[in-house]
């Protein structure tokens, strides 16, 4: 089965900048343990996160790119959309885009259950990477196994970490959006959900085949 990333479009229909916030307004403390940039996994109420400016030569779409924030900011139509896909393992939280006019509501999309166990993992490539002053050196995992991958995840601490290099899903995955971290852009649809989203003339969206 095809699947698509996710991506964020650089096309004239966003403005003639990208990302189209590079600014955000925070309230709170960015050490604050409640502000977004220091939370992972499933966010509950109490989660903080920072109102995005949209930069004087972008424009509002339907999908949202921002360089303080990183996961994707969608409309409420999108996220309508995207919930009638995949209800499960996917979160949407109250954010707001801030343009000269005032502010615009959007929604925050919080994937908090990886779908480790879809990788083919004999196909794809997984490596543990560390940082240091000459660079960064990579070496490949030997990985059979969702459960091989999380035990790679949890037992490294900076400035090693695992990166997936090359992402290949299992053959028979019939889901209709994918959510694996650790990667750029962590969802993936089907054509499905592809067409969906594309019959709907959303904006500020790109797809790039996996």
Known sequence: MI????????????????????????????????HLWNLEGKLDESAYI????????????DLISSSPISKPIVSTKLKDLILTLREEGIQFLPAQ?????????????????????LIDFDRSLISLKRRDENGTVSKPLELKSSDDY??????????????????????????????????SSSFFFSQKAKDAIEESNF??????IL
């Open 150 to 183: 999380v035990k790679a995840l949890n037992s490294v601490e900076y400035p090693k970490f695992v990166c997936v290099e090359k992402l290949v899903l299992l053959d028979n995955t019939i889901d209709n959006i994918i959510y694996i971290d650790r990667v």
């Open 3 to 34: 699947f698509y990333q996710l991506k964020f479009s650089v096309g004239k229909e966003i403005g003639t900048t990208f990302p189209q916030s590079q600014r955000m307004v925070s309230e709170l403390s960015i050490d604050d343990p409640r």
């Open 50 to 61: 920072p109102d995005s400016i949209l930069h004087p030569k972008a424009r509002l779409t």
């Open 97 to 117: 885009v801030v343009t000269k006019k005032g502010k615009t509501r959007y929604w925050l999309m919080n994937g908090y259950t990886p779908d480790y166990h």
């Open 203 to 208: 904006t500020g969206i790109t797809f790039e």
